[in-house]
């Protein structure tokens, strides 16, 4: 079964992403007026780029797990066969 849900955990994951990207825009557009700082930039302070990168991979990691567990449970809905389950283990 696990060969049946890899294909849609592929396109699970390329909509967290862009998700993510969507309410990182979102989030930083309300605690910011400045776009997030790139830290290849010679004029962005340690404090911007480390907030921005701080920022962007909280909101990746929270999109990330409520997307992929919002797939786990729909998948499971749909075969009755939840993914993260190891028939090893």
């Given at each position: ?5 890899k294909?849609?955990?592929i ?15 979102k ?5 910011a ?15 911007e ?18 997307v992929r567990?919002?797939g786990?449970?729909?998948?499971e809905?749909?075969?009755g066969?939840?993914p ?6």
């Amino acid at each position: 079964m696990k060969f049946i849900y890899k294909p849609f955990a592929i396109i699970v994951g390329l909509l967290a992403g862009i998700l993510s990207k969507k309410v990182f825009e979102k989030v930083w557009g309300a605690i910011a007026d400045d776009d997030p700082r790139d830290p290849d930039d010679r004029d962005a302070s340690w404090a911007e780029v480390i907030a921005s990168a701080a920022v962007a991979g909280a909101v990746v990691k929270v999109v990330q797990a409520l997307v992929r567990r919002g797939g786990a449970k729909s998948f499971e809905r749909a075969t009755g066969y939840w993914p993260g389950d190891d028939p090893a283990g």
